[in-house]
């Protein structure tokens, strides 16, 4: 039992079953005290009836005055068996050798036999059968139980169901939706953690939008001295070794490419969804970003819908990284259509990736160790791939080739 408020219930109708048996269990133990209370009810039995040699017609008397007083039907018997009175119906058979005191519930009704002081039997029966006193006992407390269990039921489900929405705005926030809030409902101390959660959950939210900021700003305030560094290089003239002067281009592209990169990075992160939607031929975004590396794309056409310039990023990002660390071989790209999706897929022939890697490069700032020694890649490249695709409803994978090399698979649905 998983849930809270059936736990909290299931308490509650454990509590009342022990109590309504405890009950049970008392009176069936005060019950066994009954022959105590047949010698005390046989005592005072006997001081109100007449004496054992009193002619019967005064035997008679006192037993109609007891009939109509206790409406019981009554019946007195000497020691040896033989019936001195009788008042109301009559009594079942009597045998003295067989009989002993107590009750038993017969025929007619429960039947009460006493054993008077002076050796007389006194056998007496209700008139009108009444259910036992235990029955209407239990019933009662089973009633009880009963009524509480349907008045605790929506006290508990409704502490359960504040709880259930407490839990679904903490899944909220850890699945990345800041601005998740849960609503803050009575005085205890469910209401002040779902205040303290919301309290949090702002905090966070403030941090988050804080660090965007910072960052978006920093890099494209990065930009204006970048472009001065560019020009100085382009100005520096024939007597710096062409070398250097191809180095600093180096590094200056790619600190270029690395803003460009954190400043999608942060727009990506301030939008949840995409901003705007379009039919993109997959082919044909593909050839054309394959073109600026003199490579040809094969495949069909398949048409998706999307942001027509992330894809193109998504595109550029692998055909980079096919670049930058597939080797010497030949980088092949491709798209098809598969049970209506659209399949992209970029090989290269290089080292490929150990699997316990496969899906770790697709994590931000991670690069392997090999990459990280040359200073080669930034590692936002793959993360922002696979963020891409997964806001197109698509997936993102690394996959070993035939041969060698690594080949990236995106799988996208197809308009």
């Given amino acids: 039992m998983r849930r809270l408020y059936l736990q909290f219930y299931a308490a509650v109708l454990l509590v009342l079953a022990v109590f309504v048996g405890a009950a049970a269990v008392a009176w069936k133990l005060a ?38 007083k206790l409406r019981f039907d009554l019946a007195l018997y000497r020691p040896d068996g033989t019936q001195i009175a009788m008042a109301g119906r009559p009594p079942p058979r009597f045998d003295p050798r067989r009989a002993r005191e107590g009750w038993r519930r017969g025929a007619g009704g429960p039947t009460f036999t006493l054993q008077l002081p002076d050796g007389r039997w006194l056998v007496a029966r209700e008139v009108r059968e009444r259910p036992s006193p235990i029955l209407w006992i239990v019933g009662g407390l089973a009633l009880l139980a009963l009524a509480i269990a349907v008045g605790a039921y929506p006290v508990v489900r409704r502490l359960g169901r504040r709880l259930e929405r407490l839990k679904d705005g903490v899944e909220q926030l850890g699945g990345g939706d800041l601005g998740a809030r849960v609503r803050v409902e009575g005085r205890d101390e469910v209401a002040a953690l779902a205040a303290s959660f919301n309290r949090s959950a702002q905090r966070i939210e403030e941090l988050i939008a804080a660090h965007r900021l910072l960052l978006a700003n920093c890099s494209h305030e990065l930009r204006t001295p970048l472009a001065r560094i560019s020009m100085a290089t382009s100005m520096l003239g024939e007597q710096t070794d062409a070398k250097t002067r191809e180095a600093l281009k180096r590094d200056i592209g790619e600190l270029d490419r690395l803003i460009e990169e954190i400043l999608l990075a942060s727009r990506l992160e301030a939008v949840p969804g995409l901003e705007r939607r379009e039919p993109v031929d997959l082919l044909a975004l ?55 999706r659209a399949v992209l897929e970029v090989r290269d022939h290089g080292p490929g990736v150990p699997p316990e890697e496969r899906e770790r490069i697709f994590e931000p700032f991670y690069r392997r160790a090999a990459t990280a020694e040359s200073g080669r890649g930034s590692g936002l490249g793959l993360a922002l791939v696979r963020d891409i695709a997964g806001r197109h409803g698509g997936t993102a994978v690394c996959l070993a080739a035939e041969r060698s090399g690594s080949r990236f698979r995106i799988d996208l649905p197809a308009a």
Avoid: F, K
């Fill in 31 to 68: 019950e066994d005290q009954t022959p105590q209370y047949l010698d005390v009810a046989a005592e005072l039995t006997g001081a109100l009836l007449p004496e054992a040699d009193a002619p019967p017609a005064e035997s008679q008397r006192a037993l109609d005055a007891l009939h109509r």
């Fill in 286 to 340: 593909a050839a054309e970003e394959a073109a600026y590396y003199d490579i040809e794309a094969d495949g069909e056409p398949v048409t998706v819908e999307g942001d027509r310039a992330l894809l193109r990023r998504l595109v550029r990002n692998l055909l980079e990284n096919a670049q930058r660390y597939g080797g010497e071989g030949p980088i092949e790209i491709s798209v098809m259509p598969h049970g209506g």
